[in-house]
T-cell receptor
Framework: ETGVTQTPRHLVMGMTNKKSLKCEQH?????MYWYKQSAKKPLELMFV???????ENNSVPSRFSPECPNSSHLFLHLHTLQPEDSALYLC??????????????FGEGSRLTVL | AQKITQTQPGMFVQEKEAVTLDCTYD???????LFWYKQPSSGEMIFLIY??????QNATEGRYSLNFQKARKSANLVISASQLGDSAMYFC???????????????FGKGTKLSVKP
């Protein structure tokens, strides 16, 4: 079982659809993240949750709505997306206390295509 | 201004040779951390190695080593004895200290695509 699991791995949706991406971490970490990876661009941090509380929203459009019901689960709800939102969405977790480098552990990503 | 700069979009290396992937960073924070990640075609970002700004010695993890030159603000990744499985995208990232003593967030470079030739 991998440390961070993302579902679905691939998603195709129309601009009027509503869908959700799910992320689950089995590492006992206290922070979870959503990143967007588009072609030829650096990873863009979207949201950060620390102990289930959202601590960062990196100017993300409201058509992306995160939800963190507990420290192990993170969702990204998608509504009326645009074709330019097509990208790889990566979830990550880390331990943000207790010393150590606090490296991020990533899932395999959800490849989203918006038609 | 870019915080993390990776100037090599793509690199080729012969199998069993060593290769250096460049990374320069920009920060005025005396406390920061530098990370390297590998992303194979499957999409998962795999943590490789970490260097803290106060670490006296260069970090090493198996075939990976980090050539940390603080004055030049560079943190190049050296992969020794390249293997075909090393073909992937490689990302350099930096974390500055956050506000209130908390950890800052990771900022990534654009990546370098490494291709290992048999």
């Amino acid at each position: 079982e991998t440390g961070v699991t993302q579902t679905p791995r691939h998603l195709v949706m129309g601009m009027t659809n509503k869908k959700s991406l799910k992320c689950e971490q089995h590492l006992g970490h206290n922070a979870m993240y959503w990143y967007k990876q588009s072609a030829k661009k650096p990873l863009e941090l979207m949201f950060v949750y620390n102990f289930k509380e959202q601590t960062e929203n990196n100017s993300v459009p409201s058509r992306f709505s995160p939800e963190c019901p507990n420290s192990s689960h993170l969702f990204l709800h998608l509504h009326t997306l645009q074709p330019e939102d097509s990208a790889l969405y990566l979830c990550a977790s880390s331990q943000r206390s207790g010393g150590g480098p606090g490296e991020l552990f990533f899932g395999e990503g959800s490849r989203l295509t918006v038609l | 201004a870019q915080k993390i700069t990776q100037t090599q979009p793509g690199m080729f290396v012969q199998e069993k040779e060593a290769v250096t992937l460049d990374c320069t960073y920009d920060t005025s924070d005396p406390s920061y951390g530098l990370f390297w990640y590998k992303q194979p075609s499957s999409g998962e970002m795999i943590f490789l190695i970490y260097q803290g700004s106060y670490d006296q010695q260069n970090a090493t993890e198996g075939r990976y080593s980090l050539n940390f030159q603080k004055a030049r603000k560079s943190a190049n990744l050296v992969i020794s004895a390249s293997q075909l499985g090393d073909s992937a995208m490689y990302f350099c990232a930096m974390r500055e200290a956050g506000s209130g003593g908390s950890q800052g967030n990771l900022i990534f470079g654009k990546g370098t695509k490494l291709s290992v030739k048999p």
